[in-house]
């Protein structure tokens, strides 16, 4: 049913550690070829035959992933490592980040209200800085890394939802202030 | 005994404001500015009184929200031409308006976030990783190790030993030197002593006779300049030898 450069770019995205994008593919080959129908008929593979992995489209590329499913599973198989949780704080840093970038500490810090500590978002390689702001103090400009878009499944930075309007936000039923907790849907 | 807690419940003043303004179903586009100031001032009491740390962004807030009291509470100046005024309190809803913009934000990406861990990447070694050649060792058993192990011992430096000695000199002991070196003279320079001591010890201990010595009111001390020779000045009076402070 596969054929070989199937095959041959199935064998790329177990090894890659990255998203794997079409030129890099097309290197590899050494030949064009159109790598979004080659996923989607491998993903179609994987469907018919039931397998536990799948392709999604991630940061400009291409990444092999395990089906949700498995997801306990696997937990239990890296037991010492919990699941660590993104902070409100990290998040809306991350937010202001991804929205306005590129942007600089004291303007994240005059929408916050509050002192911010890029440090751990960068060592998370979750941002970075993308050089600097002209104009006195010629300040540090911030933006989102490439893996920021892995890490929350996008594709681009256009598949950021819209910025809510006001009236949207008074429908969430959760109580501000206290850690707020994830409903699955 | 006092505890400091510190609790993360509230992100910073803005997210404690939109705390009030849900709870207390208020417009944001026409606050209440006395009762929202109220509210927040009671609770920053309230944390207060509870011994919880509040960060110096809570105090300047409230400074910020009674500025805007207050400003709202001064009669506007009547005029002909209708100027509009701004409403002091803008700038405060600007600032709600748009955390709260990404506050939602950042909720969305929480959502995001917990989805995409389902998924876990893929990812065999590398195949560069296996052949690094700096991996490999050739056939070494545990002799061998053995071996190499008490070598290492054998040329490590053997512990040092210090002695140290115990300190003889005492005060008092000194503070007779001291008498001694006067020896009916009314005054001496303290470089003349410590040409006379041996080790560092010693020189400390003088010092410190000196001190007892002038608490005690035998002597006084005097020095001409900064850094110069100190003259120590005996107080007992054998002669009326009375020398001009030099």
């Known amino acids: ?185 | 005994m006092s505890y400091n807690v510190k609790l993360d419940v509230f992100e910073g003043p803005l997210d404690l404001l939109l705390y009030f303004i849900k709870r207390d179903e208020i417009n944001i586009y026409d606050i209440p500015i006395a009762h929202l100031t109220q509210e927040y001032l009671d609770y920053l009491q309230l944390m207060q009184r509870l011994n919880l740390h509040l960060a110096g962004e809570f105090i300047l807030m409230a400074a910020l929200l009674m500025r805007i009291k207050v400003q709202m509470l001064l009669p506007q100046p009547e005029s002909e031409e209708s100027i509009e005024v701004e409403d002091p309190r803008t700038e405060l809803v600007q600032m709600l308006v748009e955390y709260q913009k990404y506050k939602a934000a950042s909720q969305f990406l929480a959502q995001l976030e917990a989805q995409q861990s389902e998924y876990v990447p893929v990812s065999v070694a590398n195949p560069e990783d296996r052949f690094d050649p700096d991996l490999f060792l050739s056939e070494v058993n545990l002799f061998d190790l053995g071996l190499v192990f008490a070598q290492l011992l054998k040329s490590l430096p053997g512990p040092q030993y210090y002695e140290l000695e115990k300190i003889k000199v005492t005060i008092n002991q000194q503070i007779e030197f001291i008498r001694n070196c006067f020896n009916g003279r009314q005054r001496l320079r303290f470089s003349e002593i410590c040409r006379q001591l041996q080790n560092r010890i010693e020189v400390v201990v003088t010092f410190l006779a000196i001190l007892e010595m002038i608490k005690n009111a035998e002597i006084r001390v005097s020095q001409k300049a900064l850094f110069d020779d100190i003259w120590l000045l005996s107080s007992c009076r054998k002669e009326t030898h009375v020398i001009a402070n030099a």
């Open chain 1, 1 to 185: 049913m596969l054929s070989p450069t199937h095959r041959i770019i199935l064998a790329l995205l177990m090894v890659a550690r990255e998203p794997l994008t079409t030129s890099q593919a097309a290197v590899c080959l050494g030949e064009d070829l159109d790598l979004e129908a080659i996923i989607n008929e491998l993903n179609q593979f994987f469907d018919e035959n039931a397998l536990p992995m799948i392709i999604q489209p991630l940061a400009e590329g291409y990444r092999l992933l395990t089906r949700s499913e498995y997801a306990q599973y696997i937990t239990r198989l890296y037991q010492s490592r919990g699941r660590l949780r993104l902070s409100r704080s990290a998040l809306e840093t991350l937010a202001i980040i991804a929205y306005k970038q590129p942007v600089t500490k004291v303007e994240i810090d005059a929408i916050r209200g509050v002192d911010t500590n890029l440090k751990p978002l960068i060592e998370k390689n979750l941002i970075q800085i993308k050089g600097r702001q002209d104009g006195p103090g010629r300040p540090l400009l911030y933006g989102t890394t490439s893996y920021f878009l892995e890490y929350f499944g996008l594709k681009s930075l256009k598949d950021l939802p819209q910025l809510p309007e006001l009236e949207s936000l008074t429908s969430s039923n959760e109580p501000l202030g206290i850690e707020t907790t994830l409903n699955p849907n």
